[in-house]
């Protein structure tokens, strides 16, 4: 079966830190990745998503940015992080047929302080 | 801009009642649609998808898809205290990515 890892689990960091989160995918080979930020109040944001190693595809311009090294591993990174960069960030991937549903993993609660 | 909306509740119902979500979508071109459960503090969970029109079962639960209205819901027979939670709904376009609604609190009462 197939099994999405994320972490850190929380994360305090101070306004100007760098920032990477991690996600990795076991048991699937060459799926979908995704990153959402879920801020307080508000609904589930898609950031990046990935189809292959090296494929980014950005949909908010912002600070962040993102890589995949590897298939089935994704990064989230920031050179300098803002208060506004705060919430829940989640990582997901994706079947590739026709549903393309995705499976979230269990999320890294960023607090920009 | 692509548009899933939910009333965000909360939605109050006691146990062994059913519940009905619902979900509207503004993109007639979305092919697929989601319901994710998401406990507080927790990552959403796929419950299940429909991307015909009419209805499909799951157990308790059963999604209900009506193309022509653009209308999309969620019903939870015999709602258990287990099931409350935050739940959100999700149209997928032409392509692989997913628009969400803000979801529905459901709240339900031993």
């Known amino acids: 079966s197939q099994t999405i890892h994320q972490w850190p689990a929380t994360l305090v960091q101070p306004v100007g830190s760098p920032l990477s989160l991690e996600c990795t995918v076991e048991?699937?080979?060459?799926?979908?990745l995704y990153w959402y930020r879920q801020a307080a109040g508000r609904g589930l944001q898609l950031l990046f998503y990935?189809?292959?190693?090296?494929?980014i595809s950005s949909e908010v311009p912002q600070n962040l940015s993102a890589s995949r090294p590897q298939d089935r591993q994704f990064i989230l990174s920031s050179k300098k992080l803002l208060l506004s960069d705060s919430g829940f960030y989640l990582c997901?991937?994706?079947?590739?047929?026709?549903?393309?549903?995705?499976?979230f993993g269990p999320g890294t609660r960023l607090t920009v302080t | 801009q692509k548009e899933v909306e939910q009333n965000s509740g909360p939605l109050s119902v006691p146990e062994g009642a059913i519940a009905s979500l619902n979900c509207t979508y503004s993109?007639?071109?979305?092919?697929?649609f989601f319901w994710y459960r998401q406990y507080s503090g927790k990552s959403p969970e796929l419950i299940m998808f429909?991307?015909?029109?009419g209805d499909k079962e799951d157990g308790r639960f059963t999604a209900q898809l009506n193309k022509a209205s653009q209308y999309v819901s969620l019903l939870i027979r015999d709602s258990q205290p287990s099931d409350s939670a935050t739940y959100l709904c999700?149209?997928?376009?032409?392509?692989?990515?997913?628009?969400f609604g803000k979801g529905t609190l459901l709240t339900v009462n031993p």
């Open positions: 997901a991937w994706s079947v590739r047929t026709s549903s393309y549903e995705q499976y």
């Open positions: 048991g699937t080979s060459n799926p979908n």
């Open positions: 990935s189809v292959g190693i090296g494929q």
């Open positions: 993109d007639r071109g979305s092919q697929s």
């Open positions: 429909i991307y015909s029109n």
């Open positions: 999700a149209a997928r376009g032409s392509n692989y990515k997913l628009t």
